[in-house]
């Protein structure tokens, strides 16, 4: 019997000129909680992009590399170097195996990216991924329209929110903002 994978929770939040990116630090296999402090958010690009994942840790990190380097390709067109990991994702033999999702932003635009070649833009400018990802978008978009809570803030309640309701998300964060 195969031991069930759970992702994480990955939420970006934009308003304001601003966007923070968050990611809860559990790492599950099956039902045991095997780490609770990964880091699943990080700057790429010299700090001018953000990136977050959800789904096997090494497929993450194999295409948070391609990324780098479809942005070296591509510098300051973050949609243009999504659009051709994108192409790789879907195309190539060996990353169309890859398990994950990512979020990624830059000063103007938040996509969500999947190996099904998808690569999206969210509305209002929250996106939400992995288990707890449609909770934290969720209670994201709640506080977004009945309050006056910058990005950051609105992250962390949010994410507080998915990890009371989601048993795959914990409240031990990375929180990173640009703008």
């Excluded at 195969?2 to 630090?25: N, P, Q």
């Excluded at 690009?45 to 096997?56: D, E, M, Q, S, T």
Aim: proline share 2%; charged share 25%.
């Amino acid at each position: 019997m195969a031991i069930e994978m759970h992702a994480t929770t990955i939420l970006a939040v934009r308003r304001g000129g601003k966007v923070c990116l968050g990611g809860d630090g559990q790492v599950s296999l099956g039902q045991t909680v095997v780490k609770g402090d990964a880091r699943k958010v990080r700057p790429l690009a010299g700090g001018r992009v953000l990136a977050g994942f959800a789904g096997a840790t090494a497929d993450a990190f194999t295409l948070l590399e391609r990324l780098e380097a479809k942005l070296e390709q591509y510098p300051d067109q973050l949609t243009r170097a999504s659009v051709e990991l994108a192409k790789d994702w879907r195309t190539d033999r060996y990353l169309r195996r890859l398990e994950a999702m990512m979020i990624v932003a830059d000063r103007s635009v938040t996509l969500t990216l999947s190996g099904a070649g998808d690569v999206l833009e969210p509305e209002r400018g929250i996106a939400g991924i992995g288990s707890g990802g449609d909770y934290a978008r969720a209670a994201a978009r709640a506080l977004a329209e009945e309050t006056d809570l910058d990005p950051e803030a609105i992250v962390r309640k949010a994410m507080a929110i998915a990890a009371s309701i989601c048993v795959y998300t914990n409240g031990s964060l990375t929180v990173e903002t640009l703008g």
